[in-house]
């Protein structure tokens, strides 16, 4: 058993943060004490008096193979896709080259304090494959999908329906699972280069495997007019992959921006989860999802990095952006960025936050220069989601392991 000293905080109340001095964590990375005081029986003692620890960063939504294609000035989404990000795409046909950008992606995610990330990969079966052993090695909890297209986009980046099923199959019955830590998402990439048939393929196979789906709903509204003049019968764009079967308990949406509330009513009665990545939607010029009209509707809201269009890795540079899309408190705003992701997982009795029983899942942050970690709990953390960044983490845990921390890169620079 190891007992880590810091202030302790941890959101599964958006409007007042649960704060511990001692958290002390099994053999097993499980959460077996959380107090105030000194507890009786420590095991190994470990002083981040001067930090603080968070719980984990979840990173609802990513694309690994956009990693070097961020901050690719454009002028609309789908003049983005076709001009840096299809071709950057088509790049990962080969497996080494995939390897060397998914070990470095994996490495950048936990030095920003990520510890659960939910990914795109490319639209090949081999980097996806690849992707899981890179997010295996690196002790990182992942969701990761193959991205589908079969329509709307250069020949050597789509695949076919039957494809697609084989694919899934092959990826998933190996990986979805394993070790408690990765699991497989069907990856549609977006009703705009998905047809129909390939959708409805892609449900079924998730339905009968239980996995996850993940899409990009909604995003702006040149996007949004393909869409109507693709499946001109659908009453919205929701409505398309609802008639597909993709929505559901285990389905994240990215984006959802311009939705009516009959559409986030669709997504609430099917119990699908949105993934809400403002610093993208910034980039783009997307719009700004409307945070209360979603939560209104019950809706339950992650936040993602959307790297490549999000520039940002840094989930505390992202969280500036969701307070510059939505006024909410500091508390509110870790609590979406932590048991919101949770959330949207159904992991929320796992992850998420710091509580006796949970899987170990923490940042260790340095809030200095921004603040001392003395500081009024409520000024401190303005001070992380307005300008931090990785600069300020410290260390990053996944089940009580240890996968990487600064002194340990000084040691040994
Ligand atoms: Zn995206």
Same mark, same amino acid.
């Given at each position: 058993?190891?007992?880590?000293?810091?202030?302790?905080?941890?959101?599964?109340?958006?409007?007042?943060?649960?704060?511990?001095?001692?958290?002390?964590?099994?053999?097993?990375?499980?959460?077996?004490?959380?107090?105030?005081?000194?507890?009786?029986?420590?095991?190994?003692?470990?002083?981040?008096?001067?930090?603080?620890?968070?719980?984990?960063?979840?990173?609802?939504?990513?694309?690994?193979?956009?990693?070097?294609?961020?901050?690719?000035?454009?002028?609309?989404?789908?003049?983005?896709?076709?001009?840096?990000?299809?071709?950057?795409?088509?790049?990962?046909?080969?497996?080494?080259?995939?390897?060397?950008?998914?070990?470095?992606?994996?490495?950048?995610?936990?030095?920003?304090?990520?510890?659960?990330?939910?990914?795109?990969?490319?639209?090949?079966?081999?980097?996806?494959?690849?992707?899981?052993?890179?997010?295996?090695?690196?002790?990182?909890?992942?969701?990761?999908?193959?991205?589908?297209?079969?329509?709307?986009?250069?020949?050597?980046?789509?695949?076919?329906?039957?494809?697609?099923?084989?694919?899934?199959?092959?990826?998933?019955?190996?990986?979805?699972?394993?070790?408690?830590?990765?699991?497989?998402?069907?990856?549609?990439?977006?009703?705009?280069?998905?047809?129909?048939?390939?959708?409805?393929?892609?449900?079924?196979?998730?339905?009968?495997?239980?996995?996850?789906?993940?899409?990009? !709903?909604?995003?702006?509204?040149?996007?949004?007019?393909? %869409?109507?003049?693709?499946? &001109?019968? =659908?009453?919205?764009?929701? @409505? #398309?992959?609802?008639?597909?079967?993709?929505?559901?308990?285990?389905?994240?949406?990215?984006?959802?921006?311009?939705?009516?509330?009959?559409?986030?009513?669709?997504?609430?009665?099917?119990?699908?989860?949105?993934?809400?990545?403002?610093?993208?939607?910034?980039?783009?010029?997307?719009?700004?999802?409307?945070?209360?009209?979603?939560?209104?509707?019950?809706?339950?809201?992650?936040?993602?990095?959307?790297?490549?269009?999000?520039?940002?890795?840094?989930?505390?540079?992202?969280?500036?952006?969701?307070?510059?899309?939505?006024?909410?408190?500091?508390?509110?705003?870790?609590?979406?960025?932590?048991?919101?992701?949770?959330?949207?997982?159904?992991?929320?009795?796992?992850?998420?936050? !710091?509580?006796?029983?949970?899987?170990?899942?923490?940042? %260790?942050?340095?809030?200095? &220069?921004? =603040?001392?970690?003395?500081? @009024? #709990?409520?000024?401190?953390?303005?001070?992380?989601?307005?300008?931090?960044?990785?600069?300020?983490?410290?260390?990053?845990?996944?089940?009580?392991?240890?996968?990487?921390?600064?002194?340990?890169?000084?040691?040994?620079?």
């Amino acid at each position: 058993m190891r007992t880590y000293r810091a202030r302790i905080l941890s959101f599964e109340n958006p409007s007042s943060p649960a704060e511990y001095r001692y958290m002390s964590v099994d053999d097993e990375g499980r959460i077996v004490g959380l107090s105030r005081g000194k507890p009786a029986i420590t095991g190994e003692l470990v002083d981040y008096s001067e930090y603080l620890i968070l719980p984990g960063f979840i990173d609802a939504h990513i694309h690994l193979p956009q990693l070097h294609k961020r901050a690719m000035v454009s002028d609309s989404l789908l003049e983005w896709l076709e001009r840096y990000i299809f071709p950057a795409e088509m790049e990962f046909s080969d497996a080494d080259f995939a390897r060397k950008v998914a070990r470095e992606f994996f490495s950048t995610l936990i030095r920003n304090g990520t510890t659960t990330a939910v990914v795109y990969s490319s639209p090949h079966r081999g980097a996806t494959e690849v992707a899981f052993e890179e997010a295996m090695k690196s002790g990182m909890r992942t969701v990761i999908g193959q991205v589908l297209m079969d329509m709307n986009g250069p020949e050597e980046l789509l695949t076919t329906p039957e494809r697609a099923a084989s694919d899934i199959r092959a990826v998933a019955s190996r990986w979805h699972g394993f070790d408690g830590r990765l699991f497989y998402a069907v990856t549609p990439r977006f009703a705009v280069s998905c047809s129909m048939e390939l959708m409805r393929t892609a449900s079924e196979v998730a339905d009968r495997m239980g996995l996850y789906v993940q899409t990009h !709903l909604s995003e702006q509204m040149g996007e949004i007019e393909e %869409v109507r003049k693709l499946f &001109p019968w =659908a009453k919205s764009y929701t @409505d #398309v992959y609802h008639e597909a079967g993709l929505l559901g308990e285990r389905t994240v949406v990215g984006h959802a921006i311009h939705l009516s509330d009959r559409e986030r009513a669709i997504l609430a009665r099917t119990g699908t989860k949105v993934a809400h990545c403002p610093s993208s939607n910034f980039f783009l010029h997307s719009g700004v999802m409307d945070l209360r009209a979603h939560e209104r509707l019950g809706l339950t809201v992650a936040l993602g990095s959307d790297v490549g269009a999000g520039p940002f890795l840094s989930m505390l540079e992202v969280l500036r952006d969701a307070y510059y899309a939505n006024a909410m408190s500091p508390a509110k705003a870790f609590h979406l960025l932590t048991m919101g992701g949770a959330r949207a997982l159904g992991m929320e009795d796992r992850i998420g936050s !710091l509580e006796v029983g949970k899987e170990a899942d923490f940042v %260790v942050i340095n809030p200095e &220069p921004l =603040a001392e970690a003395g500081e @009024d #709990v409520e000024v401190l953390l303005s001070r992380l989601m307005i300008l931090g960044d990785e600069r300020n983490v410290a260390a990053t845990y996944v089940r009580g392991r240890e996968l990487w921390a600064q002194h340990q890169n000084e040691r040994k620079g």
